[in-house]
């Protein structure tokens, strides 16, 4: 056993905080939350120059090579630094899923474009039912001279404003079971019939409707095999699940951080708060959820990153890693007192994407039905 | 023992209810996205528009700004349980009722001001003439309030004072402060601190707005540059300050917004009933009835914290410890019903005010902000605990 990172991998790590730190400050933080794209081009370009886009493809495609679990080193610390930006949706949701589920022609078209940050994807699954099983996937693609027209709404989709293309998943057939008759489509976002609409979001990421009125899309653009494209949705979420975590490990880690840090400084009552017992158990709560996290996480993607099958883990991790930065936030807020309510102040940025990273690929009640189901209750 | 309102406390329940459904602005109340138990999401920081205006004029001519109060000072003379049943109703409709003034710097001046310092201002606070915010803390004085450093030296007829006090809520739409000043630095920390009525219109107050995480401009940082301030201002004695403060302080933690509790959870409820998946409503959900039920019970133990604090003052007890369980209580409760509510909401919780398919306007996610003021504003739950604690159970300091 080895619970620790290569060489390879802590110096990426070192060199990712390095990078953030200089060129993502808390302030370029929250311009970027508060304007309408939600990432920087320019920075865009700066991490498409390290190969972070491409960290994960094959060299064949213009990637280096990496495993899944090296990119879960760099989420984790995008996670810390809290990185605006379509990342995760063009390397996580769309770019592993082409590379799992297209054909030889999609991926020499769409991957070199992603390694070298020309184009931004992202996953068009859930709807207004806002669930992630097959049931609810209402959207429908009718084959129509030799093209397929879709019509639906799909809601909470992630860096649709600013992606060129959706992978958009849609039912094409109403099967016996609701995970027969669907398939996965790659949009050109541009398409005449596509709406996109930015919503306002807690976490200020940037999710929207789109409304696909009679969109046409291409016989070629269909992601995987027609009909049967569910066991795909299954995986791009479970790699999704565990990407989330790696990020929502990084954020708590750094709100842990803040907060001790600040607890040592503060004074009140002639000496430094962290002194109280109450502020020292909150510390000694926060850092175990956070190694905690790490641990169940890492697990989850060293399974993912060998091809193991990862069901439970994947599940124990997001169910844990999801409450846990809720907590860690929670108390790192409760330590801050007044100053971390304000606008100022850095904590509440963590505080909300603990929040939004919970929710997104199945809270805690979402996931602990997967475990019970895995423990053949 | 009789849990139920007597016939007089019905009528005046009833009589409340119907003065909301007819004065109240149409809209109001599901416009208005107040979170219970916070500090930071009230809408009337930004405009008293005039409607409302109108509405709080109909509650001074009714003596209910100040409904526990005597008739000679403009209050209405009735118990504090009607007190409370009023409060508990509009709360319950986010209708404003009262103010630091009312519920906070006129009690205190009822207890220990002069008779002068008594006609001088009740009267005035009564009819909703003038407004208070609180100028206590200080960037480093806030659980340790005792370690203020802003002075106030006697100059005359007058004292001057120079310091700065921050989080003061409201500073900027409000009349006077309501203020905890050093007046003797050669004594003990609680012993050198005066209470006293500072005019925001003074010369040399310098008042900074300060955002809060919800997006609301709700709190000041307020600079007092040598500002003169007349000695008949000070509440009480001189250098008693800190005695008057912690009666004050009860008085502050029993401004509870308990109907409001009741009312955002009834909208939650509803919401899980309305709100259907693969035909099914969220409410048949076992996982989310579990959740509600859960919330249900805790409101109604809060509940009972609340009508003992009324209960108490209307047999001449001061709420102290019980002032400081009921703060503990409902803000816990206002930070667990962000987290119900935004667990049975799922990803629609994440929705804002003005998003398309915001749910309740937003209220959860403002909510899940703003149950952050509640856990820290008005003394921190940890001060809230170790009052309970030392204070409450004896329990020794070192
Ligand atoms: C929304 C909002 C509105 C407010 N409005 C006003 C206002 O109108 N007027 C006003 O004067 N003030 C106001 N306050 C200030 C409020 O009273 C203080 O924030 C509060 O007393 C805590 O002080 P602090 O923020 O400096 O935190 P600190 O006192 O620095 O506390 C930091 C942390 O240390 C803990 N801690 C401190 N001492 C102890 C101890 N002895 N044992 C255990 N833990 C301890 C605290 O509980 C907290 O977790 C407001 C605050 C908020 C958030």
């Not at chain 1, 070629?220 to 569910?230: I, P």
């Not at chain 2, 003065?19 to 149409?26: C, G, V």
């Not at chain 2, 500090?39 to 005039?50: A, D, M, R, S």
Request: some cysteine; proline content about 4%; overall charge negative.
């Amino acid at each position: 056993m080895d619970l620790g990172l290569s060489e390879e991998q802590e110096m990426l790590r070192t060199s990712a905080r390095d990078f953030l730190q200089k060129e993502c400050p808390k302030q370029l933080v929250k311009q970027l939350d508060e304007s309408d794209e939600g990432y920087s081009p320019e920075l865009w370009r700066k991490m498409a120059e390290l190969g972070w886009m491409g960290l994960v493809l094959p060299e064949e495609y213009g990637g280096s090579g990496g495993s899944f679990l090296d990119l879960v080193v760099l989420l984790e610390e995008m996670g810390y630094n809290i990185l605006p930006g379509p990342f995760f949706s063009t390397v996580v949701l769309g770019g592993l899923s082409i590379l799992a589920a297209g054909n030889e022609e999609q991926k020499k078209e769409f991957l070199p474009k992603v390694a070298n940050g020309e184009i931004i994807l992202t996953l068009a699954l859930t709807e207004p039912s806002a669930k992630y099983d097959a049931a609810s996937v209402k959207t429908k693609a009718v084959a129509r001279n030799g093209e397929y027209v879709i019509n639906g709404t799909k809601l909470f989709i992630l860096d649709a404003n600013v992606a060129d293309y959706l992978l958009c998943v849609a039912r094409t057939k109403e099967g016996v079971k609701p995970e027969d008759g669907i398939t996965i489509f790659l949009v050109d976002a541009k398409s005449p019939g596509v709406k996109c609409t930015l919503l306002k979001t807690l976490a200020r990421d940037k999710q929207c409707e789109i409304i696909f009125d009679n969109v046409n899309v291409p016989k070629d653009n269909v992601l995987g095999e027609v009909d049967r494209g569910w066991p795909v949705v299954e995986s791009i979420l479970q790699k999704a699940a565990v990407a989330k975590c790696a990020e929502m490990v990084g954020g708590a880690q750094a709100s842990l951080e803040m907060a001790v840090s600040y607890a040592k400084e503060r004074v009140q009552f002639n000496r430094p708060i962290g002194s109280f017992q109450a502020i020292q158990h909150y510390c000694a709560n926060m850092v175990t959820d956070v190694d905690g996290s790490r641990f169940v996480t890492y697990r989850a993607a060293w399974k993912v990153s060998e091809g193991i099958p990862a069901t439970m883990d994947v599940a124990v991790a997001k169910a844990w890693t999801s409450e846990a930065y809720g907590r860690v936030t929670l108390l790192g807020h409760q330590i801050f007192g007044a100053i971390g309510f304000t606008m100022d102040h850095d904590m509440h940025l963590y505080y909300r994407r603990a929040k939004a990273g919970e929710i997104m690929f199945g809270d805690g009640d979402f996931q602990r039905a997967v475990v019970a189901q895995e423990l053949g209750l | 023992m009789d849990f139920r309102f007597s016939e007089q406390e019905e009528a005046f329940r009833r009589e409340v209810e119907d003065f909301i459904n007819e004065e109240l602005p149409a809209g109001w109340t599901e416009g208005n996205i107040h979170w219970p138990g916070g500090y930071g999401t009230l809408e009337e920081f930004e405009v008293i528009g005039p409607r409302m205006a109108q509405f709080r004029r109909r509650l001074a001519e009714k003596g209910w700004l100040t409904i526990s109060w005597p008739k000679e000072y403009g209050g209405a003379g009735r118990s504090n349980i009607e007190q409370a049943i009023f409060h508990e109703r509009m709360s319950y409709y986010r209708a404003p009722g009262g103010d630091v003034a009312t519920l906070i710097g006129g009690p205190t001046i009822l207890h220990f001001g002069s008779d002068e310092m008594k006609k001088e201002w009740l009267p005035r606070i009564a009819k909703g003439d003038v407004t208070f915010w609180l100028a206590y803390s200080e960037p480093n004085a806030g659980s340790d309030l005792a370690s203020l450093q802003t002075s106030a030296v006697e100059e005359g007829d007058e004292l001057v004072i120079n310091g700065q006090k921050i989080w003061g809520t409201v500073a900027h739409v409000s009349d006077y402060a309501w203020m905890v000043v050093r007046t003797d630095p050669t004594a003990a920390p609680h012993k050198g601190i005066s209470l006293i009525i500072v005019d925001n219109k003074s010369d040399g107050i310098t008042i900074r707005p300060l955002m809060n995480i919800c997006g609301f401009h709700s709190f000041n940082e307020v600079f007092f540059d040598n500002v003169r301030v007349p000695k008949k201002n000070i509440v009480g004695e001189k250098n008693q300050g800190w005695y008057y403060l912690m009666v004050a302080l009860d008085f502050e933690r029993l401004v509870i917004p308990m109907g409001g509790f009741r009312r955002t959870f009834e909208e939650i409820v509803q919401y899980a009933r309305e709100t259907k998946h693969n035909g099914q409503a969220l409410s048949r959900d076992p996982l989310i009835r579990n959740k509600l039920a859960e919330m249900a019970i805790e409101i109604e133990v809060a509940y009972m914290f609340f009508w003992q604090t009324a209960w108490m003052l209307d047999r001449g007890l001061m709420p102290n410890i019980e002032a400081s369980v009921l703060k503990l209580v409902t803000t816990e409760l206002s930070q667990k019903l962000a987290s119900v509510g935004t667990a049975v909401m799922g990803h629609y919780a994440q929705l804002e005010r003005g998003s398309k398919w915001v749910p309740l306007r937003g209220r959860v996610p403002a909510g899940y902000l703003d149950c952050i003021s509640a856990l820290v504003g008005a003394g921190t739950s940890e001060i809230q605990r170790n009052i309970i604690a030392m204070r409450g159970l004896g329990l020794p300091r070192k």
